[in-house]
Nanobody, 124 residues
Framework: VQLQASGGGLVQAGGSLRLSCEAS????????MAWYRQVPGQERELVGD???????NYRDVVKGRFTISRNNAQNTMYLQMNNLKPEDTAVYYC???????????????????WGRGTLVTVSS
């Protein structure tokens, strides 16, 4: 199972970017998916997450600017980032709890997978 994050790049302050996170491989289903970000020298922080049913939580500083969505049929999660600020500059990571084939346990104990980060740079 792999998670692939993509869509990062360089953008001016006030601009927009859309990140994608796609899961591939052999699995039964995907439970909660999340976006994190990390600035070098700082701890990785949660940006927001989305349940399989579409319940979304956001970090306060991105509320109203970032939108998380997912397409369960395509095993993909998105992060639409609008009105970007220089302080949004970071490496963005996605993770997901992915249920292996035949999983019968509690979903919150399913394996947690991380994608490789994608760099977002916002210039002032």
């Amino acid at each position: 199972v792999q998670l692939q994050a993509s869509g990062g790049g360089l953008v001016q302050a006030g601009g927009s970017l859309r990140l994608s996170c796609e899961a591939s491989g052999d699995f039964f289903s995907i439970d909660v998916m999340a976006w994190y970000r990390q600035v070098p020298g700082q701890e990785r922080e949660l940006v927001g997450d989305i349940s399989k049913g579409g319940i979304i939580n956001y970090r306060d500083v991105v509320k109203g600017r970032f939108t998380i969505s997912r397409n369960n049929a395509q095993n993909t999660m998105y992060l639409q980032m609008n009105n970007l600020k220089p302080e949004d500059t970071a490496v963005y990571y996605c993770n997901a709890r992915i249920l292996p084939p035949g999983w019968h346990g509690t979903t919150r104990f399913a394996p947690l997978y991380w994608g490789r980060g994608t760099l977002v740079t916002v210039s002032s």
